[in-house]
């Protein structure tokens, strides 16, 4: 059975910094591409960043760019997000994903097939 499991979700302030894991078991994920999804209160869940199987593509979303670092490392079967200058509105939960066709880099939600519980990141101003 495929679980993704996140971590290192919590409380921060704003300006702060968290580094999110995604631990993958049940399969390997090493020829797939992967990705990290937010959904805050009321709001669509929407693509943060995303990453390819062998890490040379990488796609942030506009309001992530410059700030958020998404990296795997394969041998692990674990994927990282590194959150710097976090600000209110990132706050969220946070969902990793990968996806079932491999050597392609998928952009969008709904082309992920197997998801995580989700973390919750919140940020005080």
């Known amino acids: 059975q495929v679980q993704l499991v996140e971590s290192g979700g919590g409380l921060v302030q704003a300006g702060g910094s968290l580094r999110l894991s995604c631990a993958a078991s049940?399969?390997?994920?090493?020829?797939?591409?992967m990705g990290w999804f937010r959904q805050a209160p009321g709001k669509e869940r929407e693509t943060v960043a995303t990453?390819?199987?062998?890490?040379?593509?990488?796609y942030y979303g506009d309001s992530v760019k410059g700030r958020f670092t998404i990296s795997r490392d394969n041998a692990k079967n674990t994927m990282y997000l590194q959150m710097n200058s976090l600000k209110p509105e990132d706050t969220a939960v946070y969902y990793c994903?990968?996806?079932?066709?491999?050597?392609?880099?998928?952009?969008?939600?709904?082309?992920?097939?197997?998801w995580g519980q989700g973390t919750q990141v919140t940020v005080s101003s």
């Open positions: 994903a990968a996806d079932r066709t491999p050597l392609i880099l998928h952009l969008r939600v709904d082309e992920y097939d197997y």
């Open positions: 049940g399969r390997t994920f090493g020829t797939n591409g």
């Open positions: 990453i390819s199987w062998n890490s040379a593509r990488t």
